[in-house]
């Protein structure tokens, strides 16, 4: 419990050791499940007195024997151990204990988190006694049961309880922690401060997280002692203000109402007067508080409850003494009793339902409800079954599940007492059109109220019923915060706020506008301070299709300082002002704002205030100036690229930015691309579009009257007399600026940025603050207006209205075109005037289009593009093995959602994992694999491929919904790694793959279809034996890179037995042997040493067939991580520094070799495999690979997108008998072969392929097919005609020709017959001479025969000299 505010310091001790506290969440994944209790020798429980403390060993007896006299309501289990291993028992009440039941939400009550806060542990145990006894007999009782799914702790911390001592009131002492001195209401994981916990030392708390993860609670109870009050979320807030400081959730309403609930039905609680010995004069109106306002609790249970789970938490404080003498429990029993039911039985208000999929009614889990208004939601259970807690009034509840289509059911009346039941039926994406699959807006409800006993605030802060909500109409009406100033609320503060304060300042403000902030990191500084970014949008998180995105960065050169403070005011002025003021309200709700106030923290840390000229703090911490960091289109920059560079471009190619702003100070102008020139001289360096760059610029400086004047510093003796006219001027005419970000951005995404000086003085005092806000305040909104200038609108397929992702959008006499972002929606800026418009797309008819943009405002224009069809012979053909239509389609509109948009994003965020990241040797990755198949025997089997050298097994787990039977129409994918055993990155890296994949088997849609869908084989390790001799946090070691006869396996694969020098290894063998199994459609296999993807040919000098197709997947991969794509591998130790680009690389240009694996793969397994290093540390620190896994996890899960694409179809004749063996040329070059039932699959970049299909005896085809970078490919089948032509010849002519020649063959044999008949008649004695020289004659028989001989080889040997047996022959005629 919460010590009193006077023993504050010597009651909540700090953990002697600490760790990274998500080593204590990702390990639980692991921990042994909740373990059930024999109770059958347990005799029967002694009549309950109320006058006596249990200790653990009487607490576990009598739980047992509670759970074998009420087995049909009662299951007694434990869900982990403490420090000094005793059982946490939870008691599970309800019907049917031992089995999940759908409908029945699920309740939780925890007690004794203090060890010296004991009544709690007491009245729990007299709780289970109540319900059980009760059950059956009590009405009340019985219906709760039966409709309820409770549990019970009596007690988290029975270690902290046996060192406790009896009377002791104030606690404070060895009990009160755990027994490593972990204070548990201190240990978890919180939103606003870090907390470093190491797991051994607290494993109470990591049970407690494992048991709330596995179970979907819905509201929760933790009880303690040391005074009387219920106190509800939030514990701590940004600031951790010690007290007095209300720290309001989304739910603080319903919160409120519930801690109201339990103390009502307390008579001493109800009062708000405790009169505590400790502290007599604490008073708390109603009875509750809130957690912070009473005073600040950082790494409390509840509010990991609330954020975490779907369980909302009070804590219920139940006596001023906390371990009070035993004969006062009875007395604590009945001021609690009732309270504890009344409180249970708020479970079931609000909303429940089921969320299900149309098509199949399969239940969905995961699930999202959001509810408008309101920025939190929960999830649904295993059952699709969904319980979301209200007050009554009226809502927009909307469901949201990954692969399916959201649905808003609007005006859903939520009234007192039971819950309001609402289903859901999810369509499939692809199921509807477009139209009906994007994102519900989530209007605020301006109706939802409170029940009447919440209708003011019970604590005496500002909080109210309904908080911040994303609608002008509930700002307002919704608050006691007073009606809105008829002007803009200015900001409050002007000061200098250095990093510290800065961060305080973002958290505080984006947990104070939940509804319309979101704040976000994008990477680290060099001294590893965090580069925060504030989104402020009506739908924060969220890309809205058609919204614009905007940012502003400040502060890029850390001594130039006005821009990072005039960012503060901008988003003060933006939060406060929005629902009231409505120039502010428009642009939220019509833009998604990204505002970075400092991109160098480090630099303005060592920078004085009162610079008005100088460098000190200009630089990052390596010295390099960020603002020449950037690739340069003219000049190579050689610089290494910076940890803040990276981040940027990682961000700006995350998001599909329109118009920016980098603001900087030393002069007074706005500076627009480009920055330099070819030659590096200063003169006007025009882009393509310097007309929209100037119409943004002067928008910007026209509402600065100093700088539109164009004579900044004139006042400053050590600045150059300068003009610009209109306030603006083109960078490189200024002065050349290789290497800058405002180039970087307007080449190489969709983003137009200029640069702005704020001021000539770099680092003014802060008392000139207010002067800098006022000069610039409308000029900051003006320019965010700017983005609405121009036209946008939506790239959608004509058939069936989805978006097509990387649309090309070309203006006509405008050398500069834009891409349409992942949902197909655009934004091109352009001046007011006609213009021609071109909208193209891979696989697309372009279609172009007259435009006319106004004055004001965007014009909206949209593209709708037609496929281009496949020139396929019978493509739409039917056969045996040829999948219906509608399925078809449907899988083709899923691939295409995942494809496009934010599918993967979401899909990712729908399938969170929480598993213990670390290294495994053999022994444990065995055991793991095998694990898998123990536990998902449906949809795993594990092969064994042979044995490395020391006898290891190379294991090969294979994923489908059919594992142990042939589907040779679905494509096959392999992933491989650790063929060096010192890069062990990749290996864990699959292992989790694995773990990921068949742990949302069944649970989420579209992991369940990928599965359903795909042949997934995943080969951990390759090199086991090199795996056990590598070290942890060798980054370069060579150890363990060979197997044990020391041979890089990399260098062994040969298909020729020409080519090798010995026999391959065994570890070779085995994956040569995988490789060439037939039905591989892509190969994907993990190293480690840098950041990058490679694509074959190893080989040097090796010309590479399918290039494009190779590099194509290989940039698939780098694209969907978040730095790869970049190209600048970031690894210290690397020859790549150089910009790479797209991350991507040819093998042979990065390290040329023979016998690699990737090459055998295409060369005698016909199969594409890339190569994906992982990181730049070879064995970095296991703390590292939940980093890797969340940079790595979408690039995998795209290449089981990936397999999907391509061409694919069957080959049979006429009579539909599948032709297996056939050979699929592709390209005139690169060649597959048909297998089991003739089913053919290859992977080939998006656009125009030529394909030959060739089989013995058939006559060759040949056809032109489209392949698409979103589109699944379509199924084709192919038809054979029996080959009629003999020697190139139609059939009949040749037979008839040969026909003919027999007869006249024939003919020819009669007449020399009848001739030489006639001529034996008259020469009989010829015959005659003939036998007397017999034996002359078998000589020249002989000879003849040899002659013959002879002249079937002279073609070949072409012999022309004469021979004795010639002679011989010559002499016999």
Request: charged share 20%.
């Amino acid at each position: 419990m919460r010590p009193q505010k006077g023993e504050k310091a010597r009651s909540a001790p700090t953990p002697a050791l600490a760790v990274p506290v998500l080593c204590a969440l990702v390990v639980v994944v692991l921990t042994p499940g909740a373990r059930a209790v024999r109770v059958s020798e347990e005799k029967e429980e002694e009549v309950e007195t109320y006058n006596k403390y249990y200790d653990y060993v009487e607490l576990s007896r009598r739980l047992r024997s509670l759970a074998q006299k009420y087995q049909h309501i009662a299951d007694l289990r434990s869900v982990g151990k403490s420090v000094e291993e005793r059982e946490l028992w939870v008691m599970r009440i309800t019907r049917e204990p031992r089995a999940d039941v759908p409908g029945k939400p699920k309740f939780k009550y925890v007690g004794n988190m203090h060890g010296d806060e004991t009544v709690s542990r007491q009245v729990l145990v007299y709780l289970i006694e109540h319900l059980l006894a009760g059950y059956g007999e009590d009405q009340r009782v019985t219906e709760l049961v039966n409709s309820t799914d409770i549990y019970i702790m009596p007690s988290m911390n029975p270690d902290g309880f046996e060192r406790s001592v009896e009377g002791d009131c104030k606690g404070g002492g060895p009990g009160r922690v755990n027994a490593k001195n972990v204070d548990l209401n201190r240990s978890f994981p919180d939103q606003f401060k870090k907390i470093d916990q190491n797991t051994e030392d607290a494993p109470e708390r990591t049970a407690v997280i494992q048991w709330i993860a596995e179970n979907n609670f819905v509201l929760s109870g933790n009880l303690h002692g040391g005074t009387v009050v219920a106190s509800y979320p939030f514990d701590d807030s940004p600031s951790h203000k010690q007290d007095g400081l209300y720290s309001q959730s989304p739910d603080d309403a319903l919160f409120r109402y519930l801690a109201r609930v339990y103390a009502e039905n307390n008579p001493v609680m109800r009062t708000g007067e405790p009169n505590c010995e400790m502290d007599s004069g604490e008073k708390f109106k109603n009875g509750i508080t809130n957690g912070a306002e009473w005073y600040d609790v950082a790494g409390g249970m509840q509010d990991y409850n609330y954020l975490n789970g779907n369980c909302l938490e009070i804590t219920m404080e139940l006596s001023c003494c906390k371990y009070p003498p035993a004969g006062q429990l009875q007395t604590e029993w009945d001021n609690n009793r009732e309270s504890l039911l009344a409180y249970m039985e708020k479970i079931h208000i609000g909303v429940r339902g089921f969320v299900k999929e149309a098509g199949s009614g399969m239940s969905l889990s995961d699930a999202k409800i959001m509810v408008a208004g309101i920025n939190h939601n929960v999830s649904t259970g295993h059952f699709g079954d969904y319980y979301r807690l209200l007050l009554p009034g009226t809502y927009n509840i909307t469901a949201v599940a990954s692969g399916c289509m959201p649905r808003t059911v609007v005006n859903v009346q939520v009234s007192e007492g039971k819950a309001t039941e609402l289903n859901f039926t999810l369509t499939l994406l692809g199921d509807e059109s477009i139209s009906h699959t994007t994102a519900p807006s989530l209007m605020p409800s301006s109706t939802a109220t409170p029940i009447s006993s919440e209708s003011s605030d019970s604590s005496g802060s500002s909080a109210s019923a309904s908080i911040d909500t994303a609608g002008p109409a509930d700002e307002g009406s919704n608050t006691n915060a007073g009606l809105p100033e008829p002007q803009p609320l200015q900001p409050q503060e002007f000061r200098h706020h250095h990093y510290s304060d800065m961060e305080l300042f973002l958290q505080r403000f984006s947990a104070k506008y939940p509804s319309i902030t979101r704040l976000y990191p994008i990477g680290k500084s060099v001294e590893n301070r965090v580069l925060w970014v504030m989104e402020i949008s009506d739908n924060p998180g969220e890309h809205e299709q058609g919204e614009p995105e905007f940012k502003y960065i400040g502060n890029m050169h850390g001594n130039e300082v006005v821009g990072r403070e005039l960012l503060l005011n901008l988003i003060e002025y933006l939060c406060r002002n929005y629902g009231t003021d409505p120039e502010v309200t428009r642009l939220v709700n019509s833009t998604r704002i990204h505002i970075m106030p400092s991109m160098n923290p480090d630099g303005y840390e060592v920078a004085q205030e009162g610079d008005i000229s100088g460098y000190q703090g200009r630089n990052n911490s390596n010295n390099y100036d960020l603002n020449r960091n950037f690739p340069d289109q003219f000049k190579t920059i050689t610089d290494p690229r910076q940890p803040e560079t990276i981040a940027v471009m990682s961000w700006l190619k995350s998001y599909p930015f329109v118009l920016s702003a980098n603001l900087h100070g030393g002069s007074l102008v706005v500076n627009y691309p480009f920055d330099d020139d070819p030659e590096g001289i200063s003169r006007y360096s025009k882009s393509p579009d310097d007309a929209v760059f100037q119409m943004v610029a002067t928008a910007y400086s026209k509402e600065n009257t100093l700088m539109h004047k164009g004579h900044p510093c004139d006042d400053i003796n050590n600045y150059p007399v300068e003009y610009f006219e209109n306030g603006i001027t083109n960078g490189a005419q200024w002065y050349n600026v290789p290497g800058g970000m405002q180039d970087w951005n307007y080449l190489n995404t969709n983003c137009f940025e200029v640069t702005i000086e704020l001021g000539c003085v770099k680092y003014p005092l802060a008392i000139d603050l207010p002067q800098y806000w006022e000069q610039n305040r409308r000029s900051l909104l003006q320019f965010i207006h700017q983005v609405h200038r121009g036209v946008k609108g939506l790239v959608t397929d004509q058939k069936d209205g989805t978006g097509i992702p990387n649309a090309t959008i070309t203006v006509e006499g405008i050398d500069h075109t834009i891409t349409s972002n992942k949902a197909g929606d655009y934004w091109r800026l352009l001046v007011p005037g006609a213009y021609h418009l071109t909208a193209s797309a891979q696989g697309y008819t372009s279609v172009g289009m007259n435009v006319t943009v106004p004055e004001d405002g965007v014009e909206v224009v949209d593209f709708k593009l037609t496929r281009i069809h496949s020139d396929v012979k019978n493509q739409a053909a039917k056969g045996p093995n040829a999948l219906p239509d509608s399925i078809e389609e449907k899988f083709h509109s899923f691939i295409k959602q995942l494809s496009v948009g934010d599918g993967l994003d979401r899909l990712i965020q729908d399938t969170a994992t929480t598993s213990s990241f670390r290294y495994r040797r053999y022994e444990e990755l065995s055991e793991f694999l095998r694990g898998l198949t123990f536990n998902f025997p449906n949809i795993t089997v594990l092969h064994r491929l042979g044995q490395s050298v020391e006898y290891r097994t190379i294991w090969a787990l294979e994923i489908s919904n059919n594992p142990k039977v042939p589907e040779p129409s679905e494509p096959k994918i392999r992933f491989m790694a650790g063929i060096h055993g010192n890069a062990p990155v990749g290996t864990e890296l699959l292992l989790e793959f694995a773990a990921y994949l068949c742990i949302n088997y069944g649970k989420n849609a579209a992991i369940t279809r990928l599965i359903n869908e795909t042949r997934i084989v995943i080969l951990p390790s390759i090199n086991p034996d090199g795996r056990e001799q590598a070290k942890e946090k060798e980054c370069s070691s060579s150890v363990g890179m060979t197997n044990a006869n020391g041979k890089d396996l990399d260098t062994d694969f040969f298909g020729n037995a020409s080519q090798r020098s010995a026999d391959p290894q065994p570890e070779t063998h085995a994956v040569m042997d995988l490789i060439q199994e037939k039905g591989y459609t892509l190969s994907v296999a993990l190293d480690g040493g840098s950041v990058l993807v490679t694509y074959p040919y190893d080989k040097p000098v090796q010309p590479v067939e399918n290039e494009s197709t190779l590099r194509y997947l290989a940039t698939v991969y780098a694209n969907n991580h978040p730095t790869m794509h970049l190209g600048d591998t970031g690894c210290p130790n690397s020859s790549q520094m150089e910009n790479i680009p797209e991350g991507v690389l040819r093998a042979a240009e990065r390290h040329s070799h023979m016998g690699s694996m990737k090459d055998f793969s295409v060369d005698f397994g016909h199969c594409p495999e890339i190569t994906v290093y992982t990181s730049c540390c070879l064995f970095p620190q296991a703390d590292q690979l939940p980093i890797l896994w969340a940079e790595n996890r979408k690039s995998l899960l795209s290449m089981l997108v990936e397999v999907h694409k391509g061409i694919r179809g069957v080959v049979k004749d006429k009579s539909g008998k599948p032709i297996v063996g056939a050979m699929i040329v592709l390209n005139g070059g690169v060649r597959v072969f048909t297998g089991e039932g003739g089913y053919f699959h290859a992977l080939l970049s998006p656009g125009s392929h030529n394909i030959e299909a060739i089989a013995e005896g058939y006559q060759q085809q040949r056809q032109e097919v489209i392949v698409s970078s979103i589109e699944a490919a379509s199924s084709i089948i192919i038809e054979f005609d029996m080959d009629n032509r003999i020697f190139g010849l139609p059939r009949e002519l040749v037979v008839a020709t040969a026909a003919a020649a027999m007869t006249a063959l024939t003919i020819t044999a009669c007449i020399i017959w009848c001739v030489c008949s006639a001529k034996s008649n008259r020469q009989k004695d010829g015959f005659h001479r003939l036998r007397q020289h017999r034996d002359d004659y078998d000589d020249e028989i002989r000879l003849t025969s040899m002659g013959s001989k002879k002249s079937l080889l002279s073609h070949e040997f072409q012999d022309e000299s004469e021979s004795d047996e010639d002679t011989l022959y010559a002499n016999k005629l």
